[in-house]
T-cell receptor, first 114, second 113 residues
Framework: DTAVSQTPKYLVTQMGNDKSIKCEQN?????MYWYKQDSKKFLKIMFS???????INETVPNRFSPKSPDKAHLNLHINSLELGDSAVYFC?????????????FGDGTRLSIL | AQSVTQPDIHITVSEGASLELRCNYS??????LFWYVQSPGQGLQLLLK??????LVQGIKGFEAEFKRSQSSFNLRKPSVHWSDAAEYFC???????????FGKGTSLLVTP
């Protein structure tokens, strides 16, 4: 009965490769998000999607391309991986923002670039 | 832009002692404020939230927080800390019409016997 699930949990790969992270939520939410947590544990928004439409793209390099096939899924594809992409990536979901709707987070995907 | 500041990077408390984690926000209107907890290797779990009404909000695991507009603060408190409370705590403010959370840099809580 996991609410927000991400796969894989760990991803170790070499510089220059292309990789994808999948995210699914079973909460019936309309809005989904990707956050990046760096080595100092700072969390920063990358993308927000509402009903499969991109709402926020927070100055993320073009190598990162989110795709939302339906409201329950928001996948993140990363091309030409660089050392600086090493981080933990969190997916989250919420009801329509407004009235302080909280975001529900997955357990994260730890990406390590060799 | 909406932002939060958590002045304490690390805090150490003894088990059974009281706890207060500080959070200051910067926002023109009434903010949406949240506290999340992250245990090692885990995702973020919502402890509590504030967006209107009673300025003292109760959350899960015995936590509470008080919104003080005059001080631009939303401090998290717990009367008696348990060893299992050791974790990273993040304060966050709703931003971009709610389509993002701006997080503070987190406070790492260590609980000693």
């Amino acid at each position: 009965d996991t609410a927000v699930s991400q796969t894989p949990k760990y991803l170790v790969t070499q510089m220059g490769n292309d990789k994808s992270i999948k995210c699914e939520q079973n909460l019936g939410h309309d809005t989904m998000y990707w956050y990046k947590q760096d080595s100092k544990k700072f969390l920063k928004i990358m993308f927000s999607y509402n009903n499969k439409e991109l709402i926020i793209n927070e100055t993320v390099p073009n190598r990162f391309s989110p795709k939302s096939p339906d409201k329950a899924h928001l996948n993140l594809h990363i091309n030409s991986l660089e050392l600086g992409d090493s981080a933990v990536y969190f997916c989250a979901s919420s009801r329509q923002p407004g009235q302080g709707q909280p975001q529900h987070f997955g357990d994260g995907t730890r990406l390590s670039i060799l | 832009a909406q932002s939060v500041t958590q002045p304490d990077i690390h805090i150490t408390v003894s088990e059974g002692a009281s706890l207060e984690l500080r959070c200051n926000y910067s926002y023109g209107a009434t903010p949406y404020l949240f506290w999340y907890v992250q245990s090692p290797g885990q995702g973020l779990q919502l402890l509590l939230k504030y967006f209107s009404g009673d300025t003292l909000v109760q959350g899960i695991k015995g936590f509470e927080a008080e919104f003080k507009r005059s001080q631009s603060s939303f401090n998290l408190r717990k009367p008696s800390v348990h060893w299992s409370d050791a974790a990273e705590y993040f304060c966050a403010v709703g931003a971009n019409s709610g389509y993002a959370l701006n997080f503070g840099k987190g406070t790492s809580l260590l609980v000693t016997p």
